[in-house]
T-cell receptor, first 111, second 113 residues
Framework: RKEVEQDPGPFNVPEGATVAFNCTYSNSASQSFFWYRQDCRKEPKLLMSVYSSGNEDGRFTAQLNRASQYISLLIRDSKLSDSATYLCVVSPYNQGGKLIFGQGTELSVKP | DAMVIQNPRYQVTQFGKPVTLSCSQTLNHNVMYWYQQKSSQAPKLLFHYYDKDFNNEADTPDNFQSRRPNTSFCFLDIRSPGLGDAAMYLC????????????FGPGTRLTVT
């Protein structure tokens, strides 16, 4: 079983749609959680950290359920520029900030 | 602007010919990481430095070595590149603390001929 598993993609949605990505992780001792965005042939960029209380940044909302070991990302009113691969990322406790990446889910927003 | 810089952006090397990739940062972060990312795969951690302490991943081949002469610079040495080492190599940095938010450089795309 992979340490971080994400929804298989790709997700093809029209502009303005709401899209949700899900992710599960296997290590219950995981400490920190993130969503990264990666454009084709570019480096991953931090989209947002995910906190137990849930957090929102504009059109993006992230949720964490430690009991279920589940992380989600909701994108509202999707834009063409949101097209990218979204990586669910987990950092285990006491491993110097090591990141474990999910395979990523590709999002394509169409006009 | 503070950033993570990688040089070169594209590197072509011959099978078996040693190659060095470099990373520098102006963020003054104490932790630096090297990742390998192959096409359509997630980035995979090779090793990281926590200050001067080197931490190797158990499954990183001996062919890959690293040096960190000071806080700002970190190098990835591939002693004898094989065709399977062709990939994007990503350098990242973070500051100690929780969460360890990592900031990536633009990567070096390595081709082995």
């Amino acid at each position: 079983r992979k340490e971080v598993e994400q929804d298989p993609g790709p997700f093809n949605v029209p502009e303005g749609a709401t899209v949700a990505f899900n992710c599960t992780y296997s290590n219950s001792a995981s400490q920190s959680f993130f969503w990264y965005r990666q454009d084709c042939r570019k480096e991953p960029k931090l989209l947002m950290s995910v906190y137990s209380s849930g957090n929102e940044d504009g059109r993006f909302t992230a949720q964490l359920n430690r009991a279920s070991q589940y992380i989600s990302l909701l994108i509202r009113d999707s834009k063409l520029s949101d097209s990218a691969t979204y990586l669910c990322v987990v950092s285990p406790y006491n491993q110097g900030g090591k990141l474990i990446f999910g395979q990523g889910t590709e999002l394509s927003v169409k006009p | 602007d503070a950033m993570v810089i990688q040089n070169p952006r594209y590197q072509v090397t011959q099978f078996g010919k040693p190659v060095t990739l470099s990373c520098s940062q102006t963020l003054n972060h104490n932790v630096m990481y090297w990742y390998q990312q192959k096409s359509s795969q997630a980035p995979k951690l090779l090793f990281h430095y926590y200050d001067k302490d080197f931490n190797n991943e158990a499954d990183t081949p001996d062919n890959f070595q690293s040096r960190r002469p000071n806080t700002s610079f970190c190098f990835l040495d591939i002693r004898s590149p094989g065709l399977g080492d062709a990939a994007m190599y990503l350098c990242a940095t973070s500051r100690e603390g929780t969460p360890y938010e990592q900031y990536f450089g633009p990567g070096t795309r390595l081709t082995v001929t």
